[in-house]
């Protein structure tokens, strides 16, 4: 059974970089087809997808956070990260991590969720 765990700060400063880890249990990170994806709702908006790595260590984000955003992996600890440089209050979100197949647009798994405050 395939979970994931996200971890990372729940409060960071206007300006700073968020770094939020999600842990991998269950199957390998590089197990193909396997698409690791970072999601986040803010208060009282819809859920929005903010960007993915996939099995082969292609990445790739959503253009409005392009310039801030990065997603790496470490394949020793079986986890990939989310990093978001210069977050304002408007970053306050639920991150969560979640797993799809390639060839399918919907997910199976997801973490339960880490949330994230910026103070201003």
């Known amino acids: 059974q395939v979970q994931l765990e996200e971890s990372g700060p729940g409060l960071v400063k206007t300006s700073e970089t968020l770094s939020l880890t999600c842990t991998i249990s269950?199957?390998?990170?590089?197990?193909?087809?396997?698409?690791w994806s970072w999601l986040r709702q803010p208060p009282e908006k819809e859920p929005e997808w903010v960007g993915a790595?996939?099995?082969?260590?292609?990445?790739y984000n959503t253009p409005s956070l392009k310039s801030r955003t990065s997603i790496s992996w470490d394949t020793s600890k079986n986890l990939f990260t989310l990093q978001l440089t210069s977050v304002t209050p408007e970053d306050t979100a639920v991150y969560y991590c979640?797993?799809?197949?390639?060839?399918?647009?919907?997910?199976?798994?997801w973490g339960p969720g880490t949330r994230v405050t910026v103070s201003s």
């Open positions: 269950g199957t390998a990170i590089t197990t193909n087809n396997n698409v």
């Open positions: 979640a797993r799809r197949d390639r060839l399918s647009p919907g997910y199976d798994t």
């Open positions: 790595i996939h099995y082969n260590g292609y990445f």
